[in-house]
């Protein structure tokens, strides 16, 4: 008998937590679809294409390739899983443009650093 009361007892919280599972299983089902993440995934890995294709080609691949997944992930209606990969490719695209700013920085800085090599070595001839 000290076991049948036992589980009375906890019908109360299996109840509640088989609810909580279900409201956020449904939470899920019903998320909007991120049709806006998609195009502000888009327009962030277009423009990185130009910014990005020859000084950081690598980080713009994973870019476009995580874009992919989240259209592809979007056909499916699997839109958490859409939308997070939109947003990671929003960000990839981001660091590619980072990465290429920074690699034409530093191709200006050298070339910097070299007119001053040669004014020098100028200078010193003189």
Known sequence: MKN???????????????????AVLAACATAPPPSAELAVSRAAVDRASTAAAADAPVTLSTARGKLDRANQAFANKDYPLARQLAEQAEADATLAEAQARSARSDRALVEVREGIR???EEMSRK
């Open 4 to 22: 049948l009361s036992s589980n009375h007892r906890r019908m109360p919280w299996l109840v509640g937590v088989a609810g909580a599972s279900l």
């Open 118 to 120: 040669q004014l020098r």
